[in-house]
Nanobody, 122 residues
Framework: QVQLVESGGGLVQAGGSLRLSCAASGRTVGRYGMGWLRQAPGKEREFVAAISWNGGSTYYADSVKGRFTVSRDNANTVYLQMNSLKPEDTAVYYC????????????????WGQGSQVTVSS
């Protein structure tokens, strides 16, 4: 069992930056692959980024490559640095954990945070 608590969302102007944090707790939490996913109003939840349990591999959706960076530290916290934000990035962002290999599949995650609203104005 793992618990995920997200923070760092908010309102930002287009071209600005935000950093989301996800504090994880639970047994063997350091062994979990971590993903960031988002859901905009009226749209399906979609993959954004993921990082392997040891931080050795990262993956990004084409829509955020070059702008977003996912990372993790040894204190069981996962981050999503979001730069050059666009109005199209407006969504509720979720961090999620998987006991399996990290995946771009939104159905491949076992535990989910509560979500954090990111709003980008033009």
């Amino acid at each position: 069992q793992v618990q995920l608590v997200e923070s760092g969302g908010g309102l930002v102007q287009a071209g600005g930056s935000l950093r989301l944090s996800c504090a994880a707790s639970g047994r063997t939490v350091g062994r979990y692959g971590m993903g960031w996913l988002r859901q905009a109003p009226g749209k399906e939840r979609e993959f954004v980024a993921a990082i392997s349990w040891n931080g050795g591999s990262t993956y990004y959706a084409d829509s955020v490559k070059g702008r977003f960076t996912v990372s993790r530290d040894n204190a069981n916290t996962v981050y999503l640095q979001m730069n050059s934000l666009k109005p199209e990035d407006t969504a509720v962002y979720y961090c999620a954990a998987t006991v399996r290999v990290v995946t771009r599949d939104v159905n491949g995650y076992d535990y989910w945070g509560q979500g954090s609203q990111v709003t980008v104005s033009s």
